[in-house]
C-alpha cells in the first residue's frame, strides 16, 4: 500500500501556464517534505511543511499543507522550463521518528 | 552539496553474481539509507543505518544485506543478482530520523542484471 500518492503522475504544460501536483495519504503525518529531482541525479530538498495550514512560498512555487496533515500540494505559477523534473513528496509516518516514504512522484514538462 | 559518493556509477552483471555497492559520506551524518527507484514505483527503501554495525531493513530488503562498518561508508550487497534487481539505486544520508532533519541523496548507482 503507498501511503502518498501523487497526482497527476505526468504533467506537460506550456511555458507561463500554472500547475498545480497533488500528495494525499489516508495517515497523518507529522511533515511533509517536497524533493525535485533532475535526470541522473538524486533528489533534492525544496521545503518541508510542519503544521497543519501552513504555506509556505519559494519564489514561484507555494507549498501548502493540509490543515489535517494528510495531503499537501505544490503550485507553480507561470511555469519555467527550468521547473521541469520528477517532483516527490516524502514524509515520516507514524510517530515521525522513521525513516522517510516517498510518493512515486509526479514528472513535469515545461515546454517553451 | 552534501558529500556523497556512490560507487560505481555504473554496472551491468549477470545472474547470479554478487555485487556490492558503496556509498561514502564526508558529514559525519548518523543515518545512511539504501532507496532504489523504479519507474511506476517511486523510491522504496531498502534498509538503513542509524550507527555503525548498526542496520534496519526497510520496506523491499529480500536479496539484499548491508554492511556499515565506519560512520562514512554504507555497503549494499546483492549475493546473487536476479533481473528483477534491475534498477537505480540511491543512497541517502540525515543527521538524525527526527521530522525536520533533511535527506541529502548522491547521484544514484544504475545497476542492469542481465
Known amino acids: 500500500t503507498q501511503l502518498l500518492e501523487q497526482s497527476p503522475q505526468f504533467l506537460s504544460i506550456q511555458e507561463g501556464e500554472n500547475l498545480t501536483v497533488y500528495c494525499n495519504s489516508s495517515?497523518?503525518?507529522?511533515?511533509l517534505q517536497w524533493y525535485r529531482q533532475e535526470p541522473g541525479e538524486g533528489p533534492v530538498l525544496l521545503v518541508t511543511?510542519?503544521?497543519?495550514?501552513e504555506v509556505k512560498k519559494l519564489k514561484r512555487l507555494t507549498f501548502q499543507f493540509g490543515d489535517a496533515r494528510k495531503d499537501s500540494s505544490l503550485h507553480i505559477t507561470a511555469a519555467q522550463p527550468g521547473d521541469t523534473g520528477l517532483y516527490l513528496c516524502?514524509?515520516?509516518?507514524?510517530?515521525?521518528?522513521?525513516?522517510?516514504?516517498f510518493g512515486k512522484g509526479t514528472r513535469l514538462s515545461v515546454i517553451a | 552539496d552534501a558529500g556523497i559518493t556512490q560507487s560505481p556509477r555504473h554496472k551491468v552483471t549477470e545472474t547470479g553474481t554478487p555485487v556490492t555497492l558503496r556509498c561514502h559520506q564526508t558529514?559525519?551524518?548518523?543515518?545512511m539509507y539504501w532507496y532504489r527507484q523504479d519507474p511506476g514505483h517511486g523510491l522504496r527503501l531498502i534498509h538503513y543505518?542509524?550507527?555503525?554495525?548498526?542496520?534496519d531493513k526497510g520496506e523491499v530488503s529480500d536479496g539484499y544485506s548491508v554492511s556499515r562498518s565506519k560512520t562514512e561508508d554504507f555497503l549494499l550487497t546483492l549475493e546473487s543478482a536476479t533481473s528483477s534487481q534491475t534498477s537505480v539505486y540511491f543512497c541517502?544520508?540525515?543527521?538524525?530520523?527526527?521530522?525536520?532533519?533533511?535527506?541529502?541523496f548522491g547521484q544514484g548507482t544504475r545497476l542492469t542484471v542481465v
Open positions: 541517502a544520508i540525515s543527521e538524525s530520523l527526527y521530522r525536520y532533519t533533511e535527506a541529502f
Open positions: 495517515s497523518v503525518f507529522s511533515s
Open positions: 511543511v510542519v503544521t497543519g495550514g
Open positions: 516524502a514524509g515520516s509516518p507514524n510517530s515521525g521518528n522513521t525513516p522517510l516514504v
Open positions: 558529514e559525519n551524518h548518523r543515518y
Open positions: 543505518s542509524y550507527g555503525v554495525k548498526d542496520t
